[in-house]
């Protein structure tokens, strides 16, 4: 039997079969997996080969002979050189039945043997899916001799000078912008990328949707700077609802936006923000949902799966400025969380603080080494709710959850392929009662869930 020689440059026929992780349409070419950007579940292309490996390959569309009826114009004007949505070029509809897939398609690769007995349900999704982010980090760059801040094109080194950025809130918009022409007015150096011989390197901006305090982060090379306080003083008059303005020093040779010195230039050092009945004091660098009104929905489910009966000790682990113990804290006998970022702990206990939550603590630490702790003390939670960045719990965590056993597990995921590997081993004991995916957000390839997981009982 002749092989099917694959080399980057070569032209093939594809029918598009299913979405990857990424949003990326997959095909098959004499049985090889081929994934090509842009292309839709059900489309005929024409593509070409762009990398080649043993395992699969990549391609680019050269033609699209049938298009999918689920196929729109993007609204962005460089959505297809940004890469930081992926699907906008898909209906939204169709956008929320194509990530609830991607959730059954991680089940089938990871837990097979139990995929088929999983109760996934219908994505939450918007009502308008659109400038929704609270909060922007563009980068900071000098081209043509004018001030540019945005985001790198996809795989390049190239920035893209973005000043409506369609999912950002238009407020974080219109402030990056403002402080651009500042920066250039008053020719401040910009970070080239190399050296710290520039000074601006990032800008940030959060948006308080419910209260409209607006904090504005400048990450510069160093702390000092000329023309530092007519810089201070011009950013102040860009807004009268900018109540927090703060810098971040970050020296390193680093692709992480923040380093470890900040300082209050003007104002206050949080901003204040509201998820229904609760409000949020938030520092620079502290976590916070970057879509407030789908995370309303969000932790209603995970309220919803914890199902406490007011008996209940919660730990709430990964657990940032404290957002998901509050939500529950009504429900629970007691709340713990953990988590590394120093910050974030001082957030939380002012925000149960501030609640009145009083059978609420919290302490720096990984949650592993706190479980653990706590367990050996003779402290075992009844409810344990995590949310690990996309990477999923670490071993030693999962580990620890095999060991420690509580009741059961609420996991909040954002990423479904580590989900689904993380429960081919939490299975071992826990019974995986249902999947709930929520569109935190739209336009982009990312899928978040939540899933409820129960201890199983001797001899099931």
């Not at 070409?48 to 395992?55: D, G, I, Q």
């Not at 398609?105 to 308008?128: H, R, S």
């Not at 950002?168 to 990328?193: A, S």
């Not at 300082?263 to 502290?286: P, Q």
Request: glycine share 6%; hydrophobic share 40%.
């Amino acid at each position: 039997m002749q092989q099917t020689i694959m080399e980057v440059g070569k032209r093939i026929p594809l029918n598009i079969k299913k979405l990857g992780i990424n949003g990326e349409g997959i095909g098959y070419y004499k049985r090889n997996i081929v994934f090509i950007p842009g292309a839709l579940v059900g489309e005929e292309i024409y593509a070409e080969l762009t990398k080649v490996s043993h395992n699969y390959s990549e391609a680019k569309i050269i033609k699209i002979q049938k298009k999918s009826k689920n196929r729109v114009t993007p609204e962005c004007p460089v959505y297809d050189q940004c890469g930081g949505c992926q699907l906008q070029h898909m209906k939204y509809s169709s956008q929320l039945v194509a990530k609830r897939h991607v959730v059954l398609q991680a089940l089938q690769k990871y837990v097979p043997d139990l995929a088929n007995t999983i109760d996934v349900k219908k994505m939450i999704g918007m009502e308008d899916p659109w400038n929704y982010r609270n909060k922007s980090q563009f980068q900071v760059r000098k081209q043509n001799f004018q001030v540019k801040a945005g985001l790198f094109a996809e795989n390049s080194h190239h920035l893209l000078d973005i000043n409506d950025c369609l999912v950002q809130d238009v407020r974080t918009n219109r402030v990056t912008n403002e402080v651009k022409r500042i920066v250039e007015n008053l020719n401040i150096p910009v970070y080239d990328g190399s050296s710290t011989r520039g000074i601006i390197r990032t800008i940030v901006v959060r948006v308080g949707l419910e209260t409209d305090e607006i904090q504005l982060v400048i990450v510069t090379t160093r702390k000092t700077f000329p023309q530092q306080e007519a810089f201070i003083e011009a950013l102040q008059d860009i807004d009268e609802n900018i109540v927090s303005i703060v810098q971040n020093v970050n020296s390193e040779d680093t692709s992480l936006i923040f380093g470890d010195y900040t300082k209050v230039w003007a104002g206050k050092e949080t901003i204040h923000e509201k998820l229904g009945e609760f409000a949020f004091d938030l520092s620079a660098r502290a976590f916070f949902q970057l879509n407030p009104s789908q995370t309303v929905h969000l932790y209603n489910e995970i309220k919803k799966a914890a199902a406490l009966t007011g008996e209940e000790a919660v730990v709430d682990a990964y657990c940032g400025v404290g957002t998901v113990g509050l939500w529950l804290a009504d429900g629970a006998q007691e709340i713990r969380g953990m988590d590394t970022l120093p910050e974030s702990i001082a957030d939380a206990q002012v925000n149960a603080a501030n609640h009145e939550v009083k059978h609420a603590t919290y302490e720096v630490g990984t949650a592993e080494d706190c479980l653990n702790r706590w367990a050996e003390d003779g402290f075992v939670p009844d409810v344990l709710t995590v949310d690990p960045p996309r990477v999923g719990l670490a071993q030693s965590f999962i580990d620890t959850i095999l060991d420690v056993m509580p009741e059961r597990i609420v996991y909040t995921s954002c990423n479904p392929s580590t989900l689904a590997k993380d429960l081919a081993q939490l299975t071992q004991i826990y019974k995986i009662s249902y999947i709930q995916p929520v569109d935190m957000f739209p336009q982009t390839a990312q899928v978040e869930s939540v899933t409820l997981l129960t201890l199983k009982k001797m001899g099931s």
